[in-house]
């Protein structure tokens, strides 16, 4: 029903704003008062992602952008956006993005130069 979408429509919101701690589905379903089963597969039919994946996907465009326009680490960029280890970090955005956190930004830096 319409409020059930709307109520979906509001979770990439929710998300940005704990970017660093992903609420669990129950959380998400009391602060948006709809049913959980359908809370997870509406997301996943608008979104075409689990709300995990989509939430990771948040993350690792947030830490990109920190690799590019920051001086920041990355151990301080995994940390930034949630990773308490650096080496998982890595390997999701390196599955992400096809390339290192720091290939990544040597690449962008070979455009700069």
Known sequence: DEFEINQIKKIPEVLMKN???LPTVNI???QLAINKNKL???F?????????????KMC????AILLLDTDKSINEIAL??????PSNFCYAFKKEF???PLQYKDDSLKFVN
């Open 80 to 85: 930034d956006v949630g990773y308490s280890n």
């Open 98 to 100: 096809g390339v290192t």
């Open 40 to 42: 997870a597969k509406g």
């Open 28 to 30: 998400l379903s009391k």
């Open 44 to 56: 996943k039919v608008i979104y075409g992602d689990t709300i995990f994946r989509y939430h990771r």
């Open 19 to 21: 970017l660093y701690e």
């Open 60 to 63: 690792l465009e947030r830490a």
